[in-house]
Each structure stands twice: as C-alpha cells, then as structure tokens.
C-alpha cells in the first residue's frame, strides 16, 4: 500500500508541479507582452508628439520670417525704389544729394535687417568661433531686454559636432522664450560643463515655476527642446518650485 | 482494465513515430538545435526495434535500459546545451552530461546490476531533465521570440519533456519494488506511463511541425 500511496501521490504532484509550470509559463508571458505593447504604443505616441511640435515650430518660424522678411526688408526695399525713382527726376543738385543720401540710409537700414534675420538663422560665430562665443554673442543680445543673465560657459565648449552644437543653440533660445513668455523671472542663470558624462548645462530661472500638471501636459517649448534632444542621445531633467525652475541637460557624446 | 492497458503498452512502441514522421516532413526547416532534438525519437525508435528483436529472440531487454538511459540523457543534454548556448556557462551542461554518463556506468556495474531496472540512474535523468526544462521555460518568458507560444517550437518540446520526466520519476524510480505489486497493477502503471509517452512524443511532433 506504501508504494501504491507514494507512487500516486508522486505522479499526481509531479503533475501538478509541470501543469503549474506551464500554466505560469503561458500567463506571466503574456502579461509580459502586454506590457511591452503599451510601453511601445506610448513611445509611438509620444514620437508623434514631438514629431507634431516639431513640424509645428517650423511651421511658425516660417511665417515669422516671412513676416520680418515682408515687414522689414520688403518695405524697406519699396521706400528704397521710391527714392531712386525721385531721385532719378530730381535735376537740382543739391537736392538730388539728398535723396541719394536717404537711398544710402535705407540700403543700410535694409543690409541690416536682412543681417539681422541671416544671424538669426544661423549664427555666423556658430561655425566660425564655436558653441561658447555664439551663446555669448546671444545671451548679450538678450540681456537688453532687461533681464539680468549670469553665464558660466568654458571657452571650448561643444557637445562634439557643429549640428549638435547648434541644436543647444536652438535650446538656448527656446528656454530663453519659455521664461520670458511663461516665468514673470528677472534673473537667468546658465552654467556649462564638459564632464566625462557628455556636455552639460543647468539653466535656472527665478520665475514662478509651473505645477506638475502644467509639466505634464508639456507646452511646445518644453517638446522642441526634447525633440532636439532625443536626436543627439540627449537627457533633459526640470524641476521646478515657486522660487524658480531648473533645466538640466546632458548630452552624451556618440 | 488491464487488456486495454496491455494494448497501450503494446502499440506504444509506435509513439516515436509521433515525433519521427514530422520531424522527417518538416526536416529542411528544423534549425540544429530541432535537428538534434530529432534524434530522440529516432534513439527511441531503433529502441524499440531493438527490444522487439531481443524479445522474440527470448532475450531480456533490460540491459538495453542501461545503454538507452545514457544515449538518451546525452541526446537531451545536447539538446538543451544548444538551447542555453548564451545564457550558460558553455561547459556546465557538457560537464552534467559527463557526469551522468559516468555515474549511470558506475551504477550499472556495481549498484544496480543490468538484470534490473537501473531506477537511480533513471531518476536523477527527471530530476536533471525537469531542471532542464524550467530554465528553458525561463528562457521563454526572458527572451518573447514568438508572439504566440503556440508558434513556438520550443514550448512545445520543452512542455513534452517537462511532461515526461515529471510523470515518470516517481515511477521509474519504484519501477524495482513495483515489480512486486502483480501483473494488473504493473500493467496499469506501465499502461500509465505510456500515455504520457504518447504525448511526449506528440509534443515533439508539434514543435518539429511549427518549426520554420
């Protein structure tokens, strides 16, 4: 009777272990594969996110230059003709001078428009002198509009290549509007560092900050400056309180 | 009862045409590790041919358990050291399977003569094939190669060892003290044995045929 009792008793346990086994097996897997289909569909939606902010950024900073282009130098360029048709009629010299005078004042006024919106494009010391002296040719241009901004950026910087420096560029800005469009800040601090990790750089604000909700739901500027990132292997960190906010970014090297 | 058990026993010398003719239909698409697991049931086979021909010559076949436990368990271990190629270390299976191969002799030899069921050496095969075949599930669930688990050859072989080597230790390893218990009782126990037999086998029919 012993050996029918362990037998049996053996044979149905060992069955139930392979039957539990196998019933795990089958389950856990596919929670597994669930998961992984949602963690696929949210990369998928947030790629398309960024990709939608991106063409959208685009889309703007092409009617703003179209609109300076239209504003300035188009209007310019008709007062210019106006001029030289006058002063193609005019027969006194004296007056002739003048008009000719003026066509040179707005030739200027149109060079540096065109200037003016060619640098915005593409900042020429961005190719000529590097990341650092670009950011420092920008950073003194934005200190005229009142806010105070301290910068720490060793001469040499770069995150390794012309296309990714001028992405940071790009950054520079975009957080630059981000906190005069959104922060009410006075001061903005920048500090930059090549560490063995990659480039970084904290930009920090005096501002308001935003609630995590306002962070969650992440305005365009927030999803370009990702969108840039996400092209050069890039890491963005903020946080943010009522006395200010903190960007950090790390860009790694290829 | 025990006539048909007796029939399921009889016909089970047949199960590994189960897996045989399959795996022959479906050989061009059988990856090496497939190609390897193939040759159990060919093992199997000739097995049985063999113990057909020892019977009507009047000869026991239980000698040939002895040889058959060894060939088998280094079929298995090849199997299943191609299987965990990358997630083992490379000599651990070959090791277990030089182990065994030593211990099943030594056990013929001197512990367990030819003349009986060599039960230790036929235990610690479940015992070794059961670990076997929980690290392939892990590996199944680690790795998700196939969306579906039905599609994948390797479930289905690594579910008819499991199968087969649960079920049968005990078994095999009171197959002496059961030779006692009388002809009905052995023929239902044996009888048992052998459905499981015939889906060991089926399983590795399955995986030879979703082979791709």
């Given at each position: 009777m012993n050996i029918y009792f362990v037998l049996i008793a053996g044979t149905l346990g060992m069955c139930l272990l392979a039957g539990g086994i196998i019933t795990f097996t089958v389950v856990y897997r596919k929670r597994l594969m669930e998961q992984q289909v949602l963690i696929k569909e949210t990369e998928l939606r947030h790629q398309k996110e960024l990709l939608h902010s991106t063409i959208i950024t685009q889309e703007n900073e092409r009617k703003r230059l179209a609109a300076d282009l239209h504003d300035e130098v188009g209007a310019m360029l008709a007062a210019l003709r106006l001029a030289l048709s006058q002063a193609q009629k005019q027969e006194d010299k004296d007056l002739k001078k003048a008009q000719l005078s003026e066509v040179k004042r707005l030739v200027d006024l149109a060079s540096n428009s065109t200037r003016r919106i060619s640098h915005d494009l593409m900042p020429p010391a961005l190719e000529t002198f590097g990341l650092a002296a670009a950011l420092g040719d920008l950073l003194a241009n934005l200190s005229t509009s009142g806010l105070k901004i301290t910068a720490d950026i060793p001469p040499g910087?770069?995150?390794?290549?012309s296309a990714c420096d001028l992405a940071i560029y790009r950054i520079m800005q975009e957080l630059y509007a981000n906190t005069v469009k959104?922060?009410?800040?006075?001061e903005i601090d920048i500090k930059m560092n090549n560490t063995d990790a990659g480039l970084e750089i904290i930009y920090r604000d005096n501002g308001h900050g935003f609630t995590s909700d306002q962070k969650a739901g992440k305005g365009l500027g927030l999803k370009n400056i990702e969108s840039r990132l996400s092209v050069f292997h890039g890491e963005l960190n903020v946080s943010s309180s009522p006395e200010g906010s903190v960007t950090r970014i790390l860009v790694r090297p290829d | 009862m025990k006539s048909v058990f007796s029939k399921i026993i009889f016909y089970?010398?047949?199960?590994?045409l189960l897996a045989l003719i399959p795996g022959l239909i479906r050989f061009r698409y059988l990856s090496r590790t497939m190609k390897v697991l193939l040759l159990t049931p060919v093992a199997g086979m000739l097995t049985e041919i063999a113990i057909v021909i020892l019977r009507d010559l009047g000869l026991p076949n239980l000698p040939l358990l002895h040889i058959y436990t060894i060939i088998q368990f280094l079929l298995i271990a090849w199997f299943y050291g191609l299987l965990f190629k990358r997630m083992l270390p490379r000599l651990l299976i070959p090791s277990i399977a030089i182990g065994f191969t030593i211990f099943s002799i030594i056990n013929s030899l001197f512990i367990q003569p030819i003349s009986t069921y060599n039960s230790i050496a036929l235990g610690l095969q479940c015992l070794l094939g059961i670990s076997f075949t929980i690290i392939g599930f892990y590996k199944i669930m680690a790795e998700m190669k196939e969306l579906s688990l039905i599609k994948s050859p390797e479930f289905w072989a690594n579910l008819g060892f499991l199968l087969y080597f649960s079920t049968n230790l005990f078994i095999l390893i009171l197959s002496n003290p059961m030779m006692s218990l009388g002809e009905t009782a052995n023929y239902i126990i044996w009888g048992v044995r052998a459905i499981f037999l015939y889906f060991f086998y089926l399983s590795l029919g399955v995986a030879f045929m979703v082979s791709k």
């Open positions: 910087s770069t995150c390794g290549n959104h922060s009410g800040a006075t | 089970s010398q047949y199960a590994p």
